[in-house]
């Protein structure tokens, strides 16, 4: 395939916004003859020149459509996110949105099921979030702060004992089965002769242990019938609900009149077996509740601001455009702006995915969470006095919180699937007693239809093909965060893969020297007094190689913006940027300058070392491909289904060694983190996309993804976003994701296929009268065991 390399221009101060990614445009703007609008670098216009008619969408409908439709809002409109303790399903979604917007002083609320989060915006003068909380509680929603982790692992304690709690009773009642009512069902004597009292002293432990499972252990799935009543959207809580309750209620009706015949085994298995797969489920999710918390900590909350009057410290709220801020070497900028004074090598990883720290001078823009690595520099805020990293955990919300979870396609199903169940038990009902049958028997029969057809079975289809398909992940070094990697993988059209830190080892160190092999060791002597990553790698390369190191004091040194000076065994040495080396009055030559443009044309950085007049050799450093990456691209595309598509932040050089592989379909280079998600968004028009990356500005591409993968080696933002995580694995485990995921997903057809047959074949026999409540019982259960012995074969 023909390879199409992308390349980004430096943006300056321009007054209007990127028509990609919403950047800010340099003066003049990058614009195309062939394209329409007006763009911040390179890469966002050939990204829209290449992907045609979908790249030219209104951004601000893309956003719309991630962020959902908000009322609009007064000036002075506050935002806040809370984390919600007890969503379990798509309905209690638009219970807690549509109740937190009920309260006073609340413009809008966004709940996502997807990470049991709500967002809020509010008038600070007259909304009371403590009355919102008060209001959800009351329904048993719990809210706090999303940086509260011990109130998260205070949470999955709570839902391990409703667990456990009800586990410990269930198997109390069903010994009592067992021993005593079992056997006297199907004619046989039980373990034990029973008196009178003895009948009543043991239906009475039944029914107070089975009434401890249901009201205990199902209160979630008992408050979520409620809330789905009330919403409006029948969900599976209220069949589950209502086949466990009415088994519960016939059972203590029929004690109460003095049978022995009585159905609380089947309440008890009922709400096990789905609090099981609940509580599996929300383990999953409770990854994505962090994501917003990690990636808001790094993000600046104070800043020295100068004044007349010398320094004083404030919050980044009160910093206004013009201010000037002074910024130490370790410390991040805290909001876009430009240098003003000094100069320093910034490293931009976590924003924009550059490998490369740049120096950045007077004049020079730099980004908000951006890190000042060297030497302090004094920046002047820019005109929206906000940061690059804010937008992006905005950005990250709006996309994540738009996802829909594997499950509510279950919850879709349910809105067709509870009605009809319930008509169909109502109408079996009432034709049972136009028959002529008592009153009794009718009831019976309408029991029988609800506990026949209780989607346990549907239930489960997915929940427990996935576990199974998580299980085996784990044995692959394979972490899966979501169901939706299951679901969505095998029917991937786009594999978009990061560069640096994922095709690429992401760390700079020393490539190979051209020329003196011994000029890594004077190199090395000076490179030490410099705080630059680059000459971190050098003095890195000397250590390993084990080479003696010249002893050069520190009044011999100078440190200069692109490299080190000094004298190293009495001679002068000159060890830095080509620039620098002219600056000091000394020639390249020939040999020197063939191997610098060699260093560049594969992406790497020349670092020259002059000694004396001349210049002894050229330290090439850079990040290597990772030795899996060109098997890795062949085997994703393999079925000459899937494009291939490389996205970096880096430059045009540094990307140019992936273009030539002939399963590459294009190359997009020097794009901002902005546009990486927006990228994502539209190579969707291609199909279904999923993303490989690992560091912190991959995140919200990795959320736009249908499916993101991220690399264990990477960044705890990355992770958190992805949908898999490949643990103290190389990229070679990619191809290992599709082809489980394949498995898994065939799984889960199997498992829908027969829970929809089994219900089919299951309810009419129940509305006719054929079974009984037992056997309806044992049904149910039978159909539940074949999908979880289908769902614990290996993948294999």
Request: hydrophobic letters at 45%; proline letters at 4%; one cysteine or more.
């Amino acid at each position: 395939m023909a390879t199409q390399t992308r390349s980004r221009e430096d943006a300056g101060d321009g007054d209007s916004g990127c028509d990609l990614c919403g950047l800010l445009t340099p003066t003049p703007p990058v614009t195309g003859d062939d394209v329409s609008g007006e763009f911040c670098c390179r890469g966002c216009l050939e990204i829209t020149r290449t992907l045609g008619d979908a790249a030219t969408a209104d951004p601000e409908t893309v956003e719309r459509e991630l962020a959902g439709d908000e009322e609009s809002v007064p000036e002075g409109a506050e935002r806040t996110y809370m984390a919600v303790d007890g969503m379990h399903c798509a309905t209690c979604e638009a219970f807690v949105s549509g109740t937190a917007r009920t309260c006073d002083g609340v413009y809008g609320a966004d709940a996502s099921y997807a990470n049991d989060m709500v967002r809020v915006t509010y008038d600070p003068e007259t909304a009371d979030l403590d009355d919102l909380s008060g209001t959800l509680s009351r329904y048993g929603y719990g809210t706090r702060d999303p940086n509260e982790r011990e109130a998260a692992e205070r949470s999955d304690n709570q839902v391990a004992r409703f667990v456990i709690g009800g586990g410990v009773f269930g198997m109390m009642v069903m010994m009592w089965y067992v021993l005593f009512l079992y056997p006297t069902y199907v004619g046989l004597s039980p373990v034990v002769e029973l008196g009178a009292f003895d009948s009543v002293y043991i239906l009475g432990n039944i029914w107070v242990m089975t009434s401890i499972v249901l009201f205990y252990t199902g209160f979630p799935i008992l408050r979520g019938a409620l809330v789905s009543l009330r919403a409006g959207q029948p969900n599976m809580d209220l069949l589950v609900s209502l086949a466990a309750s009415s088994a519960y209620v016939y059972s203590t009706a029929a004690v109460l009149v003095g049978e022995t015949h009585v159905y609380f085994d089947v309440t008890v298995a009922i709400i096990l077996v789905v609090t099981l797969g609940n509580y599996y489920e929300d383990r999953i999710k409770r990854k994505a509740a962090g994501m917003l918390s990690d990636l808001a900590a790094s993000r600046v909350s104070e800043a020295r601001r100068r004044t007349a009057d010398g320094v004083e410290t404030v919050a980044v709220e009160d910093l206004r455009p013009g201010d000037v801020v002074e910024i130490r070497p370790g410390e991040r900028v805290p909001v876009d702006g430009t240098v003003v004074e000094g100069a320093a090598a910034v490293d931009e990883a976590l924003v924009t995915g550059e490998s490369m720290p740049r120096t950045k001078r007077t004049g020079d823009d730099v980004l908000g969470g951006t890190v000042v690595t060297d030497r302090p520099v004094a920046v002047e805020v820019g005109e929206d006095a906000t940061s690059t990293l804010d937008r992006l955990v905005e950005l990250l919300w709006d996309i994540q919180s738009a996802r829909s979870g594997v499950q509510r396609l279950a919850d879709k199903l349910a809105t067709i699937f509870v009605p009809t169940v319930l008509v169909l038990a109502v109408l079996a009902f009432g034709w049972t007693l136009l028959r002529g049958e008592t009153a009794t028997a009718a009831l019976l029969v309408g029991l029988t239809v609800l506990i026949v057809s209780c989607p346990c079975a549907l239930g489960l289809a997915t929940p427990l093909a996935v576990a199974s398909g998580i299980k085996e992940a784990a044995s692959r070094g394979i972490v899966v965060a979501s169901e939706a990697v299951f679901e969505a993988v095998p029917d991937v059209d786009v594999v978009v893969f990061d560069k640096t830190g994922t095709l690429t080892d992401g760390d700079m160190a020393v490539l190979r020297v051209d020329g003196d092999d011994d000029a890594l060791r004077v190199a090395a002597a000076l490179e030490r007094f410099s705080a630059h990553p680059l000459a971190s790698a050098i003095v890195a390369a000397a250590d390993d190689a084990g080479v003696e190191v010249p002893d050069v004091a520190a009044d011999d040194a100078t440190v200069h913006d692109r490299g080190v000076t000094g004298t190293v065994g009495g001679q002068r040495v000159v060890v830095g940027h080509p620039t620098l080396v002219r600056d000091e009055g000394l020639s390249l030559g020939d040999d020197a300058a063939s191997a610098i443009d060699a260093a560049r044309d594969e992406g790497a950085v020349p670092v020259v070392v002059a000694q004396g007049n001349g210049v002894r050799a050229v330290i090439v450093v850079g990040d290597e491909p990772r030795a899996a990456w060109d098997d890795v691209v062949t085997a994703v595309a393999a079925d000459g289904r899937r494009e291939v598509v490389v996205l970096t932040g880096d430059s045009e050089r540094a990307a140019r060694r992936f273009r030539d592989h002939p399963d590459v379909t294009d190359v997009f280079a020097g794009v901002p983190p902005e546009a990486k998600a927006e990228t994502v968004q539209r190579l969707r028009s291609r199909g279904t996309v999923a993303m490989v990356g690992d560091g912190s500005n991959d995140a919200p591409a990795l959320a736009a993804a249908d499916i993101g993968i991220a690399l264990g080696t990477g960044t705890d933002i990355a992770g958190d976003a992805a949908d898999a995580v490949l643990v103290g694995r190389d990229i070679d485990a990619v191809p290992e994701v599709f082809a489980l995921s394949a498995g898994v997903n065939r799984r889960i057809r199997g498992n829908l296929t027969w829970a929809f047959g089994y219900n089919v074949v299951a309810i009419p026999l129940a509305a006719l009268g054929l079974l009984n409540p037992l056997f309806a019982a044992i049904a149910m259960g039978t159909s539940s065991l074949l999908v979880v012995a289908n769902s614990a074969r290996s993948l294999d």
